[in-house]
């Protein structure tokens, strides 16, 4: 009984400083977060502007260039060695630039152009986040 107690008390205390290693360890590297948090700004203009309606060529320009120059961070930054997670990330890549090839003017032409960028930023995170 007692050794079993002990075991238990190993493993909720490993568990406890395995969670603490974790959360230091992602307090050092801000940024894989933080190029996620900038992609999500972008992509919340840009549905904002969506839903109330108010489309401005140049404003959606500006924000699918910083996605699609924030997305090359990916990668690099997350350090992941595989080869999924990458391909997940050069998808988004690929959508982002052909939503700022199709350069939208229109809310609607706007919501299409960045469908498939959102089906990309969905499907990795099922898988990783
Ligand atoms: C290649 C994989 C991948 C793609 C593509 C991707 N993400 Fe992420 N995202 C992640 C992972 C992994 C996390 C979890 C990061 C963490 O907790 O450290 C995440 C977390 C986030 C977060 C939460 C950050 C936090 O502090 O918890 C936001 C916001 C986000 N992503 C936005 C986006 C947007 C917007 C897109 C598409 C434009 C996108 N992501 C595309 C992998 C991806």
Do not use: W
């Not at 924030?70 to 350090?79: K, L, Q």
């Amino acid at each position: 009984m007692r050794v079993a107690l002990m075991i238990l008390l190993g493993l909720v205390i490993g568990s406890i400083g395995t969670a603490n290693v974790m959360n230091v360890l992602s307090e050092r590297n801000p940024m894989p977060k933080a190029v996620m948090h900038t992609m999500g700004y972008h992509m919340g203009e840009l549905t904002g502007a969506i839903k109330v309606n108010q489309c401005d060529a140049v404003k959606i320009q500006r924000h699918l260039a910083r996605l699609e120059s924030t997305a090359t961070d990916i990668t690099p930054v997350f350090g992941m060695d595989d080869k999924d997670f990458t391909d997940h990330a050069n998808q988004l890549r690929d959508h982002l630039r052909q939503a700022v090839q199709a350069a939208p003017t229109t809310c609607a032409a706007l919501a299409a152009a960045i469908k498939l960028v959102n089906d990309s930023c969905k499907s990795c995170h099922q898988k990783y986040r």
